[in-house]
């Protein structure tokens, strides 16, 4: 993704004014470029380990909807968190999914295999929310898509902070 369309990104969403807005424009622009069927907007709690769902777009998926709160614990934001921003999972097996993040029959039972999350930091470099993808395409993201997709959500949480709910 070349910097004339991170740029064209980054105008777009100088007009977003709520965070739906922004979700919006964030699926517009990486649906030409990346496979997702799930895209979702998460605030992180840090006191409470908490995530809530405060943008979500595409394939539902029970129990994961708009303004649902959850806990971290088991998750793949949590593993991002362990990770230094970025985690990506992708896999048919059902017992590898709840082998390792075990809260997740119902993302599993949506038809969902692959799995991204991106910890969206704050000015002050916190963890304050995450981008979570997700696909029923298992095929893992390759580089250039992780970079682009890295790149895309340093813009978006650049902004996120500043907008209304």
């Not at 921003?85 to 059902?94: K, Q």
């Not at 929310?129 to 580089?143: G, I, R």
């Amino acid at each position: 993704m070349n910097d004339e369309l991170l740029a064209s990104f980054s105008n777009a969403i100088g007009s977003a004014s709520k965070i739906a807005q922004l979700g919006e424009i964030l699926v517009d622009f990486l649906q030409g470029s990346v496979q997702f069927d799930r895209l979702n907007i998460g605030l992180i709690d840090q006191d409470a380990r908490t995530f809530e769902d405060a943008f979500v777009y595409g394939q539902n998926v029970s129990g994961r909807s708009l303004g649902n709160v959850r806990t971290l614990d088991g998750t793949v934001v949590e593993a991002a968190m362990a990770a230094d921003g970025v985690f990506a999972f992708a896999n048919h097996d059902l017992d590898a999914w709840l082998g390792r993040f075990p809260r997740f029959g119902p993302v599993y039972d949506s038809g969902m295999r692959k799995m991204l999350a991106i910890l969206l930091k704050n000015r002050l470099g916190s963890s304050d929310a995450a981008l979570v993808l997700a696909s029923t395409n298992s095929a893992p993201y390759d580089t250039e898509q992780m970079r682009a997709i890295q790149r895309v959500a340093a813009i978006a949480a650049e902004k996120l902070f500043e907008l209304e709910r």
